[in-house]
């Protein structure tokens, strides 16, 4: 997984109002020196406590989050919650799995969502996640909505013509209608072939391999004025 380098250390300081010079020396002030080191201790907290199987999507209690911490070393963290995700929880505070997979695996907290490939909400493997807007996540479904005629993504049954009517939607524009038809799989048959020309998450990237995610950055000498904190190393230096 990849480290906590000195880069995410500046990003995190800018985040916070820092305000860096031509010397590379970070001086934070007021809230900014408390923001920045309890996000900071918290994104370290994460890989300390936790191992991330990039193979199986799993996530292994490295370390007792505590003294009164109820979980085991070497157990599986986290649960399925109600609406498929797998939830985890660290110092009290709950975390998407799938988004701490992205956090754990690049270095850095995904700015959109992260999408499931497959659409099963509980599968974390790396080669199963990426990231998508929102209107892309949309876009992967693999399944009818709830109430469908059907049973069919993008088929709905007419019946006043006893036929079956395929359309597909892009957000901010009108359905596309794409015709009637008396067998309900040819129907579905066109609504798809519609879909990888319109949807836009065919095409997006799927995440690097694990050795690509995992290659070092550069790192450079970061000093932290007036909090205590300070950052050095090399290539690929871990702070």
Same mark, same amino acid.
């Given at each position: 997984?990849?480290?906590?380098?000195?880069?995410? %250390?500046? $990003?995190? !300081?800018?985040?916070?109002?820092?305000?860096?010079?031509?010397?590379? #020396? &970070?001086?934070? +002030?007021?809230? /900014?020196?408390?923001?920045?080191?309890?996000?900071?201790?918290?994104?370290?907290?994460?890989?300390?406590?936790?191992?991330?199987?990039?193979?199986?999507?799993?996530?292994?209690?490295?370390?007792?989050?505590?003294?009164?911490?109820?979980?085991? %070393?070497? $157990?599986? !963290?986290?649960?399925?919650?109600?609406?498929?995700?797998?939830?985890? #929880? &660290?110092?009290? +505070?709950?975390? /998407?799995?799938?988004?701490?997979?992205?956090?754990?695996?690049?270095?850095?907290?995904?700015?959109?969502?992260?999408?499931?490939?497959?659409?099963?909400?509980?599968?974390?493997?790396?080669?199963?996640?990426?990231?998508?807007?929102?209107?892309?996540?949309?876009?992967?479904?693999?399944?009818?909505?709830?109430?469908?005629?059907?049973?069919?993504?993008?088929?709905?049954?007419?019946?006043?013509?006893?036929?079956?009517?395929?359309?597909?939607?892009?957000?901010?524009?009108?359905?596309?209608?794409?015709?009637?038809?008396?067998?309900?799989?040819?129907?579905?048959?066109?609504?798809?072939?519609?879909?990888?020309?319109?949807?836009?998450?065919?095409?997006?990237?799927?995440?690097?391999?694990?050795?690509?995610?995992?290659?070092?950055?550069?790192?450079?000498?970061?000093?932290?004025?007036?909090?205590?904190?300070?950052?050095?190393?090399?290539?690929?230096?871990?702070?």
């Amino acid at each position: 997984m990849t480290p906590i380098t000195t880069e995410r %250390v500046m $990003a995190l !300081a800018r985040k916070h109002e820092a305000y860096p010079d031509a010397g590379a #020396v &970070v001086t934070l +002030r007021g809230q /900014g020196i408390v923001d920045f080191a309890r996000e900071l201790i918290m994104e370290a907290r994460l890989h300390h406590l936790l191992h991330y199987a990039p193979e199986t999507g799993l996530f292994v209690w490295r370390k007792r989050c505590g003294v009164m911490s109820r979980v085991s %070393v070497g $157990a599986i !963290a986290g649960c399925t919650g109600n609406q498929g995700y797998r939830c985890l #929880v &660290v110092d009290g +505070r709950r975390y /998407g799995a799938h988004r701490v997979a992205w956090f754990l695996m690049t270095g850095r907290w995904p700015v959109e969502q992260i999408d499931h490939i497959n659409g099963v909400r509980d599968d974390n493997r790396w080669s199963n996640l990426r990231e998508v807007t929102n209107a892309q996540n949309a876009q992967n479904r693999h399944g009818a909505p709830r109430g469908s005629s059907t049973g069919l993504l993008g088929v709905s049954f007419v019946k006043q013509l006893g036929k079956y009517r395929a359309e597909v939607r892009v957000r901010g524009l009108p359905r596309r209608y794409l015709g009637l038809f008396c067998d309900p799989k040819e129907a579905h048959a066109a609504y798809l072939e519609a879909k990888r020309t319109m949807h836009t998450h065919w095409n997006t990237p799927t995440p690097p391999t694990s050795a690509e995610a995992l290659a070092p950055t550069r790192a450079a000498t970061i000093e932290v004025l007036d909090c205590g904190i300070a950052a050095t190393g090399g290539d690929g230096g871990a702070v």
